[in-house]
């Protein structure tokens, strides 16, 4: 059973930027899927940036260009670096994990994820 706990958010002003970790209880972020999701009051969760078993990522249209996911060089976390925030960036933002080595061709699906965080806020005003 994997158990994940994820810290970082916050508050910031639009334009700011924030970035998120997370630290799973398995080894698990070179052999799995890993991603980055959120979910805004009233609104389904969505995905915002995944990365499969050979590094390759994938974003959603509204962060492209903003938000870069990344493991780190000893492997021990999953972050995510959220610049140019905006106000529709305000979420509960959560981290999870996919036991499959490739994302297939809907990469950010939520439902492919099975193993997901507490959650932490962002809030962007």
């Known amino acids: 059973h994997v158990q994940l706990v994820e810290s970082g958010g916050g508050s910031v002003q639009a334009g700011g930027s924030l970035r998120l970790s997370c630290v799973a209880s398995?080894?698990?972020?070179?052999?799995?899927?890993m991603g980055w999701f959120r979910q805004a009051p009233g609104k389904e969760r969505e995905g915002v940036a995944t990365?499969?078993?050979?590094?390759?990522?994938s974003y959603s249209d509204s962060v492209k260009g903003r938000f870069t996911i990344s493991r780190d060089n000893a492997k021990t976390s999953l972050d995510l670096q959220m610049n140019n925030l905006k106000p529709e960036d305000s979420a509960m933002y959560f981290c999870?994990?996919?036991?499959?080595?490739?994302?297939?061709?809907?990469?950010?699906?939520?439902?492919?994820?099975?193993?997901w965080s507490q959650g932490t806020q962002v809030t962007v005003s």
């Open positions: 999870a994990v996919r036991l499959a080595r490739s994302l297939g061709p809907r990469p950010l699906r939520t439902s492919d994820f099975g193993y």
């Open positions: 990365i499969d078993s050979e590094d390759i990522t």
């Open positions: 398995e080894y698990t972020y070179n052999t799995y899927c």
